[in-house]
């Protein structure tokens, strides 16, 4: 396991409270210094679009939302790989909290997206291959949080969680390249093509700027979420002491009739979030 | 199970679960095998898609009236240059082409922000019988491109505007 050894590190709780602090300040300040400083350049310091006037400002929302819907997702795959190949429960977590950050994206792309369309197309929603699938994506996210919370077992409803993220996945490319291989109403890439970025720095370099911070955000909520369920997982045990792991080996205890107890009962704050 | 039969001496009795580390190659073969699996199954949907599905028709591949039958269809393409014209009321004229083939289209619809010539357009309506284009809806199609206005006004002013633009779309 040697190849692996900083998963495996992360993968221990104890570790992964004392790594993550640094990194939860630096993405939460980070995070905070982008949006704001790139809504305020956005906002006032772009010029407005030949075509789409003003109202191409709702792009600096719109693209980075779009884009992290799907890294996202990338995240919650790789994160599944992890949790369900070599069972690092902390993986498996991993990929559970990414969900509501992704969906909440989706969900801003695609009010974004329509706001701008009703402007721009003339339309609010159209059933072309790019918006379609990626409603299909924010139902995705809806199906993989509903299998977590359904599934009492928290072991086997990560590995039921991490197969339908697998399946899943089969909409990345079909999002990414809908407006590639089909006629769609939505346009095609902008920022990456063959021939660079088709738009003048003064706009891409703004836009970047809220994608990275889109992005620490979403590292900044899921290291959040993380060090909340360890704690958690930490005040709900009855010895405190102890160094606290996720699934928690089963011990011998004085009981006259050990029982060995039901896994999904054990971590006992597991199933009120 | 084919151990315990055999029972050699040194064997402890087969334990009920697999040893975890052949468990965990079992599950990293799973998932090496289903996801390149899905990514040629995503790869054979989008391809199998892309030539089944008709999102518009160009205007030169457009079917004749009896073909359609009063269907609703949507036609997609470019507004031609000076053709668009105010007709009684609401009612606006223009012409689609894809350089090919062209098709009048009238609407009552109010039209989107950026509609002008030689924009994309997508149009949903019938074909009457005449071969004009009745429009219930046109939406204005737009493209990759962002650039200020002033950038676009220069390109115009030293013609490369056209040239700028050629490169990029390879649509229509």
Known sequence: ?????????????????????????????AAAALLVGGSIWAL???????????????????????SMTMMAYAFMVVASIFGYVWRHQLADLAAREAAPMGLAFCILSLITGSIWGKITWGVWWDWDARMTSVLVLAFIYIGYMALWRAIENQAQAARSAALLCFVGAINLPIIKFSVEFWETLHQPA?????????????????????????????????????????????????APSRPVSVAQPVTMTDDPAPRRPEPSSQPASEGSN | ??????????????PKKRPPMRRRRQRLLVVSLLLPTLAVASFFVLIGISQTSVYFYAPKDLPSPSELDGRAIRIGGMVAEGTI??????????????????????????????????????????????????????????????????????LKATGRYEDYMEKQEGGY
Do not use: C
């Open chain 2, 85 to 154: 014209k105010q007709g009684e009321g609401l009612e606006t004229w223009f012409d689609v082409t894809d350089y090919e083939g062209t098709v009048t289209v009238v609407t009552n619809d109010p039209l989107p922000g950026i509609f002008r010539e030689n924009q994309g357009v997508v149009i949903q309506g019938n074909l009457n019988n005449e071969g004009i284009f009745v429009a219930s809806q046109v939406m204005a199609k737009h493209d990759e491109n962002y650039m200020p206005p002033e950038v676009a006004a220069a």
């Open chain 1, 1 to 29: 396991m040697g190849t692996f050894n900083f998963f495996d590190t992360l993968a221990n709780p104890e570790r992964f409270m004392r790594y993550s602090g640094p990194i939860l300040w630096g993405t939460g300040l």
């Open chain 1, 190 to 238: 902008t920022i990456i093509t063959p021939e660079g970025p088709k738009m003048p720095p003064e706009m891409l370099l703004p836009l970047l700027t809220m994608m990275t911070g889109y992005a620490m955000l979403f590292g900044f909520f899921v290291t959040l979420r993380l060090r909340t369920i360890l704690r958690e997982k930490r005040q709900g045990s009855h």
């Open chain 1, 44 to 66: 006032f310091f772009t010029p407005p679009d030949y075509q789409m006037g003003e109202s191409v400002r709702i792009m600096y929302v719109h693209v980075p939302a779009a």
């Open chain 2, 1 to 14: 199970m084919t151990d315990t039969e055999k029972g050699t001496p040194e064997n402890k009795p087969a």
